[in-house]
């Protein structure tokens, strides 16, 4: 029988390193276990969202829109992922885990696996977001769930629904095999991790094969600062998500060739994660601040930063940790609870890993984050990123974000040692009220004109009308006729993806104003960063006329106030009227500010002298 054929070897599959005689650590890192914590707390919602009606068609799905409210005429695949969450949870008795091996798990599991098998389309796809859709992303994802929850279900899965899942599995892989996502690289690496599972699942060499030759194009194509194309941009969250599934790539498959693509990536997403381990939405074009445990586990064992990472997870947290990418909403409850488990499970050595020899069981030696660090300067003219550390401080620059800043202080004497860090604070820039119409500086794009020189980042940024975008009735009906037709999906994908590229933005899972036309403002920001404070010094123009300094807000975010005590409003604004020190120049407005720790609070000073000091 050749290895195309060869049916899933289950046992040799569940070996790990604990069973091959290596030692594994006995303990999570603490925020690993308070995310596992979470995630088994979570499980009476995420069963909750199931159809568990023995009487329904629709038993097994996840997408209660669907199956209950009929809100939604698609269910979307992509939650079917919570059968691998179910899945791990009744198999492995993980710290605190109290559903070990309790059956209605299994039970959900199962039924979870049996809609997915039944939604699949005749060329082996699946749909996310709309009827007849034929995903990349959502084959990509689910396929390498369902792969890794079949392994981990081992003979429990048995009998004809066996037998279905393994053919679903088959028909995935073999689409897989002959199609791309360039549009979104994140896309493509899951489908290069999607065949390494299932690969390894059904002992199938062409796949494993697949799998390295499409990883390969993935590193040719990356960027020399370490990031991928996504649309028409950068997105930091989805270069960790990279960086993640590439690593699975390796663990699953053994191509150690990728490793190097890896931990580049790691390294220029880990200059982008603050102390209480988020990154920000504003870092990159789709606005997703994910942060990967699962990439962190892994690449430690290849690269210093990574390594460095996992020994802060094991610091304590003085608030609870923000799990708002991953767990906070059903929608990516269903989708991603299994990954604290998944990065769990790899740290305590229960899941069986061909990245490294069996007895390398040790961490690369760490290497500082840019945040623990005390004068270091990062500038990425490519992606318009910036990343700043000095005695008292950390800091984040997003050029291609209108300039946003974000400062986490350090509650200490600057030394480094033993410093804990305030809640970080962040300056957005400015809201323009002209009428009913709010312009704004946060627009994502790598044409803006940014600069970097000595201890000062500079960017000059459009402020764009704010407008919500919803896809009016006559395009989802056409949307609805197009993928009836033949080929129809591939043109509808094709004209979404264009569309996405000229607004720059994913559309989907995003709430971002997009603004069109030419814009009558702009903004023109040097920061300038010093051992204790950061100078801000900002210049509003217009070509439409004097600015009235009282229609011009400020946007701030988290825990700053300024030096009077004033504090932001529900929309995290504070008005500039009635404020000294504005330099008026009736079509340019200037502001120089001041942020820096007083009295253990970051705080915010305007300045009369507009010379940064």
């Known amino acids: 029988m050749s290895g195309d054929e060869r049916q899933p070897a289950v046992d040799a599959l569940s070996r790990t390193p604990e069973e091959e005689g290596v030692d594994a650590p006995t303990s999570l890192p603490a925020d690993l276990h308070e995310l596992v914590a979470e995630v088994v707390a979570k499980v009476p919602r995420l069963l909750a969202l199931q159809d568990r009606d023995p009487d329904s068609p629709m038993r097994g799905c996840m997408h209660p829109a669907y199956w209950r409210d009929k809100s939604s005429d698609v269910a979307d695949m992509r939650r079917q992922e919570a059968a691998l969450t179910f899945a791990w949870l009744w198999r492995h008795p993980l710290p605190g885990n109290r559903y070990h091996q309790d059956r209605t798990l299994l039970h959900a599991a199962l039924r979870a696996l049996r809609f997915w098998t039944a939604m699949q389309h005749a060329d082996g796809t699946f749909d996310e977001w709309y009827k007849r859709e034929h995903g990349y992303a959502t084959t990509a994802f689910s396929s390498y769930a369902v792969a890794l929850a079949v392994e981990a279900l081992g003979d429990s899965l048995s009998g004809p629904l066996r037998e279905r899942v393994i053919r679903a599995l088959r028909l995935a892989a073999d689409w897989l095999t002959g199609h791309h996502d360039w549009f979104k690289t994140n896309h493509e690496a899951v489908g290069v991790a999607a065949l390494s599972a299932i690969g390894r699942l059904l002992d199938c060499d062409a796949y494993l094969r697949t799998a390295s030759l499409h990883a390969a194009r993935i590193g040719e194509r990356m960027h020399a600062e370490g990031w ?67 990439a962190t586990v892994i690449a430690a064992r290849h690269e210093p930063v990574a390594a460095s990472a996992l020994a802060w997870m094991d610091r304590p947290s003085p608030t609870p940790r923000d799990t708002s990418a991953t767990l906070a909403d059903d929608l990516r409850l269903s989708r991603y609870a299994y990954q604290p488990l998944l990065a769990a499970l790899l740290h305590l050595g229960r899941l069986p890993r061909r990245d490294e020899p069996l007895d390398a069981a040790s961490d690369a030696p760490a290497a500082p984050l840019l945040f623990e660090r005390l004068d270091e300067d990062r500038w990425y003219p490519a992606a318009k990123l910036g990343a700043v550390a000095r005695p008292g401080y950390a800091a984040w620059f997003a050029a291609c974000h209108g300039g946003f800043l974000r400062i986490a202080f350090r509650n200490g004497d600057g030394d480094g040692d033993g410093d804990e860090f305030v809640a970080s604070v962040a300056d957005r820039g400015y809201a323009i009220q002209h009428g009913s119409k709010v312009f704004r500086n946060a627009r994502y794009s790598l044409d803006a004109d940014a600069t970097r020189s000595d201890d000062c980042m500079t960017v000059t940024a459009p402020l764009v009308e704010c407008k919500f975008v919803m896809p009016p009735y006559w395009a989802r009906v056409g949307l609805h006729v197009a993928t009836a037709l033949p080929m129809g999906h591939r043109w509808s994908r094709w004209l979404i993806d264009r569309w996405r590229a000229r607004k720059g933005t994913a559309l989907n899972q995003s709430s971002a104003g997009i603004g069109s036309g030419r814009s009558p403002y702009r903004l023109r920001r040097e920061v300038r960063f010093h051992a204790d404070h950061v100078d801000i010094i900002d210049r509003v123009e217009s070509d439409r006329g004097p600015i009235d300094p009282g229609a011009v807000f400020m946007v701030l975010d988290g825990p700053i106030r300024m030096a009077d005590g004033t504090q932001p409003d529900f929309d995290r604004r504070v008005g500039l009227a009635g404020h000294d020190g504005l330099a008026d120049g009736g079509l340019t407005l200037t502001i120089h500010k001041q942020i820096r720790l007083e009295n253990g609070h970051p705080t915010m000073r305007i300045i009369a002298n507009h010379r940064a000091r």
């Open 228 to 294: 991928s194309r996504e649309i028409t941009g950068v997105d930091v969250g989805y270069t960790f998500l990279l960086a993640e599934y590439l690593g699975m790539h390796a663990v699953l498959n053994g191509d150690r060739d990728l490793l190097p693509s890896v931990t580049a990536a790691y390294r220029f997403a880990a200059d982008f994660l603050h102390p209480d381990l988020t990154t920000g939405a504003e870092y990159g074009i789709c606005g997703n601040p994910y942060f990967s445990r699962v």
